[in-house]
């Protein structure tokens, strides 16, 4: 290899060795990234913030206000308890953002670790981990969230851990796929020559390079997640009230559809706006990461 | 291909033992079964206790789970799924009927979704980046991330309090269009993006050109040439779909006051009748199986070229 080829094939590796910055960088300059990423920090802001700037305490009921319509003093109105929708709301992104960490971790976190034992570890422990996955996703994803939550006993904990466990496979089977793929890469033989020991060449050498495809996995996963468990709160099997979660405020508000439609239009469409933040993110992220893929 | 389908069939008795075992295990967990939910808080004496003792032992609920389990395979070698504790009907009598009706819900819905997101697909990838394409990629991307429940109490809310089209309460044929478009439009998002991607695809292909060049018509080039190869991947993404569908359709019976599974389901939990929901989930998933493989045999008729026998 000469070594001008060489410089060459440094340098195309040199935003890699500086991936996020770069991936930074491109989003910055992508419009659906902007739109989505600023909504979705104004949530995350919010969500840290939101105690101080409520005009109103989310719980507290006030019998005289019910069902009031949007105006001055309530910016979104009141519900039937008379409590203020839009320190609800505001409450509600901590709800939101909680949702989105928690459920994706779950789903990440496991189902990366079983697809990396399942790639590179032995012939058994593969089929053990992937007939264990295939019994999961031969679940449709609500029964096996209505069996978690059976057991569980609904809430928001267990809605969140239901929709991750649900997520569990789809990353398992991602990344199982993507190992087997770069395993045999000089770069791993030659951390194998190196020396490396076999965890030292998954998390440090393998895994870094199957990051990308578990990104652009999870801007598929996230708002989906997030519909998820807002449809299970709204099932009433997941966040119970007086919660503000967004998905049991738009319960509350059903029977007085007719009467007050802010009740459930607030939060439903506050929902909306979240998941299409999202959605819009993964558009850019998969633009930018993926570009055969759109 | 006789031989295929078998192989298939007999492959998921494995995954559904699979997950009889994982729920029989996860039932032993469940601090309280169906007997202790229904009488919580109402029964303190000592009598009541040993009417709640004789009950769950006449259930077998008093068992480890593992015996639990065998009866259950037992009775179901012989078509029982065993009997609610809640309405004391076997639950294939409570099941039989509403599942039915979350077919008819689901089959209609499949319909529309196929009808809206595949046409749209074919219109946007047609008319790449005018007006059309664009209305269609946008609208495709509010109904991806529109939560099925806010969008079904906008359509109530629209086309029954509004403008009183339909009534809250309606029957027949009328209570199945409201469910059933609506779940159907959640899902035609997906379908038209998919469309629209694979079309685009096709589109730009060489034999395309060919076809153009020998004077084919554009009506015949779109609907002849281009849709056939696209509906590979509308297929992939409907197998996908279907256990999506059964879940919108879960949440669809639910608002619509559909009595449907879904609608039992969330009621059966509320119950801890873990009999129903167990009933619900195996025949759920059985149903999920099945018609995957389905669209695994229709794979072959799309595509000639595909085949199982050597596979």
Request: net charge positive; charged share 15%.
């Amino acid at each position: 290899m000469s070594a001008a080829l060489m410089a060459g094939e440094i340098a195309e590796a040199a935003p890699r060795a500086t991936g996020w910055r770069w991936l930074l960088r491109q989003l910055l300059r992508h419009k659906q990234a902007q739109i989505g990423g600023t909504v979705l920090l104004v949530i995350v802001v919010c969500a840290f913030i939101g105690p101080y700037i409520a005009p109103y305490d989310p719980l507290k009921v006030d019998a005289l206000n019910r069902l009031l319509p949007p105006s001055g003093a309530h910016w979104f109105g009141t519900d039937e308890l008379g409590r203020d929708m839009f320190s609800r709301i505001l409450f509600g992104t901590r709800y939101f953002a909680l949702i989105c960490l928690v459920s994706v971790s779950i789903a990440a976190g496991f189902g990366v670790l079983l697809g990396l034992i399942a790639g590179a570890g032995s012939y058994w422990g593969d089929m053990a981990i992937m007939r264990a996955m295939d019994v999961v996703l031969a679940f449709p994803f609500i029964l096996l969230i209505l069996a978690v939550v059976a057991v569980l006993g609904p809430s928001l904990w267990t809605a969140m851990i239901a929709v991750g466990i649900a997520g569990v496979p789809n990353y398992a089977r991602l990344v199982r796929g993507e190992v087997l793929s770069v395993k045999h890469e000089e770069y791993v033989e030659a951390m194998r020559a190196l020396g490396a020991g076999p965890v030292r060449i998954m998390f440090g050498t393998v895994l870094p390079n199957v990051v990308s495809a578990i990104v652009v996995y999870t801007s598929y996963a996230m708002p989906v997640a997030v519909l998820s468990a807002s449809a299970l709160s709204f099932l009433g099997l997941g966040a119970q009230p007086p919660l503000p979660e967004w998905g049991a405020m738009v319960v509350g508000g059903r029977t007085f559809l007719r009467t007050a439609w802010w009740v459930v239009a607030c939060p439903g469409m506050a929902i909306f706006v979240g998941v299409f933040s999202c959605n819009l993110l993964g558009n850019a992220l998969r633009d930018v990461l993926d570009p055969r893929g759109t | 291909m006789l031989r295929y389908t078998l192989r298939r069939i007999l492959l998921t008795v494995p995954v559904i033992v699979g997950i009889l075992l994982v729920t029989f295990a996860i039932k032993s967990l469940i601090p309280t079964d169906a007997v202790t939910a229904m009488f919580e808080g109402q029964v303190t004496e000592a009598e009541g206790q040993q009417a709640i003792a004789n009950m769950r032992a006449k259930y077998g609920l008093d068992q480890p789970w593992y015996v639990q389990f065998g009866r259950y395979v037992e009775g179901l070698s012989h078509g029982d799924l065993g009997t609610s504790v809640r309405t004391t009907r076997p639950v294939l009598d409570e099941i039989g009927f509403r599942y039915l009706k979350t077919l008819q819900l689901t089959f209609t819905a499949l319909g529309v979704a196929l009808l809206v997101g595949v046409t749209s697909g074919i219109v946007a990838a047609y008319r790449k980046d005018s007006w059309l394409d664009v209305t269609a990629t946008t609208i495709s991307l509010f109904g991806i991330s529109m939560p099925a429940f806010f969008f079904s109490l906008l359509v109530i809310m629209v086309f029954s309090v509004w403008l009183k089209w339909l009534p809250v309460m309606p029957r027949g044929w009328e209570a199945l269009l409201l469910p059933a478009v609506t779940l159907g439009l959640i899902e035609a998002a997906p379908l038209a993006r998919v469309t629209r991607s694979s079309m685009l695809e096709i589109l730009g292909r060489e034999y395309m050109r060919a076809a153009r060049a020998k004077g084919v018509g554009e009506a015949a080039l779109l609907l002849r040439h281009a849709l056939p190869n696209a509906l590979l991947a509308v297929a992939t993404i409907v197998g996908l779909q279907i256990g999506h569908l059964l879940s919108g359709a879960f949440i669809i019976e639910v608002i619509f006051g559909w009595r449907g599974i879904g609608e039992l389901a969330v009621r059966a939990i509320e119950w801890r009748d873990f009999a129903i929901t167990q009933g619900i989930i195996l025949i759920g998933s059985g149903t999920f199986v099945m018609l995957n493989l389905v669209i695994d045999l229709l794979y072959t008729w799309i595509d000639p070229r595909i085949s199982y026998e050597t596979a």
